[in-house]
C-alpha cells in the first residue's frame, strides 16, 4: 500500500509498536509516555518498505 501525504501509520513489528507520519524521515517507537525515536536510512514510498524499516529497527532491539 502507497503511503499518502498527510497521513500516518502504526504498525506492530515484532512485538514492537511504531508510528510514522508520512514523508519524515523519523519513526516512533510507542514505550509509555517516554517514545523512542529512530532516524530512518531513506523515506518509505510504500507499506512494505516501511516495515522493512522497522523489522530492522525492532531486531536491534532484541
Not at 14 to 38: A, I, R
Not at 47 to 53: A, T
Amino acid at each position: 500500500m502507497e503511503l499518502l501525504p498527510n497521513c500516518y501509520t502504526d504498525l506492530c513489528v515484532n512485538g514492537k509498536w511504531f508510528h510514522y507520519d508520512h514523508g519524515e524521515s523519523s519513526v516512533f517507537m510507542l514505550n509509555g509516555s517516554k517514545p523512542l525515536t529512530f532516524e530512518l536510512e531513506s523515506l518509505p514510498t510504500t507499506e512494505d518498505e516501511l516495515e522493512q524499516h522497522l523489522s530492522h529497527i525492532s531486531s536491534k532491539l532484541l
